[in-house]
Antibody, heavy 117, light 107 residues
Framework: QVTLKESGPVLVKPTETLTLTCTVS??????????VSWIRQPPGKALEWLAH???????SYSTSLKSRLTISKDTSKSQVVLTMTNMDPVDTATYYC?????????WGQGTLVTVSS | VIWMTQSPSLLSASTGDRVTISCRMS??????LAWYQQKPGKAPELLIY???TLQSGVPSRFSGSGSGTDFTLTISCLQSEDFATYYC?????????FGQGTKVEIK
């Protein structure tokens, strides 16, 4: 059974860097068929795709957030890490990681990150 | 960037109704489209991928159709547990994008 779980701070201050970790189980991050994405959802708003990492370490980013995002993986730890620099209150959202093959499935439970001083 | 127009944004319906949600792309994406259902406070769940393939475990009252630029999600006989928000998503090219969502509410 494939599962993913996000972890990280619940509160960050403006201008700080956010680091989120997605721990996966049930599949290997070196699996050529599966990749992992990060997606976020501000309260009451739509889903927004942020970044994706493939098994061969190829990466892709949201056009509007590319300068602030870095995605990486540690295959030995079964973890995918997302960093977002220069956090702002508008970045307050639930952040999800999800396995991606044909669409996103499954998703982690999500972690709410609030940006406030 | 592939822009997506999902409509309607709000749909009021009754149990037993047949409902359709539309998703239109700014350029062709073949059949690289997925549909998700999201209930309040929960992560989205994959319903359909490749535009028309039902994810394992999803009830057959859900169906998807379309290719190229125009896609539709149909719920043939709305059940109480189907009142939720639905999103389309293209995975044809990066950056991957989501529609703005359709909330299906009780009429």
């Amino acid at each position: 059974q494939v599962t993913l779980k996000e972890s990280g701070p619940v509160l960050v201050k403006p201008t700080e860097t956010l680091t989120l970790t997605c721990t996966v189980s049930g599949f290997s991050l070196s699996n050529a068929r599966m990749g992992v994405s990060w997606i976020r959802q501000p309260p009451g708003k739509a889903l927004e795709w942020l970044a994706h990492i493939f098994s061969n370490d190829e990466k892709s980013y949201s056009t509007s957030l590319k300068s602030r995002l870095t995605i990486s993986k540690d295959t030995s730890k079964s973890q995918v890490v997302l960093t977002m620099t220069n956090m702002d209150p508008v970045d307050t959202a639930t952040y999800y990681c999800a396995a991606a093959l044909k669409g996103f499935d499954p998703w982690g439970q999500g972690t709410l990150v609030t940006v406030s001083s | 960037v592939i822009w997506m127009t999902q409509s309607p944004s709000l749909l009021s319906a009754s149990t037993g109704d047949r409902v359709t949600i539309s998703c239109r792309m700014s350029q062709g994406i073949s059949s690289y489209l997925a549909w998700y259902q999201q209930k309040p406070g929960k992560a989205p769940e994959l319903l359909i991928y490749a535009a028309s393939t039902l994810q394992s475990g999803v009830p057959s009252r859900f169906s998807g159709s379309g290719s190229g630029t125009d896609f539709t999600l149909t719920i043939s006989c709305l059940q109480s547990e189907d009142f939720a928000t639905y999103y389309c998503q293209q995975y044809y090219s990066f950056p991957w994008t989501f529609g703005q969502g359709t909330k299906v509410e009780i009429k």
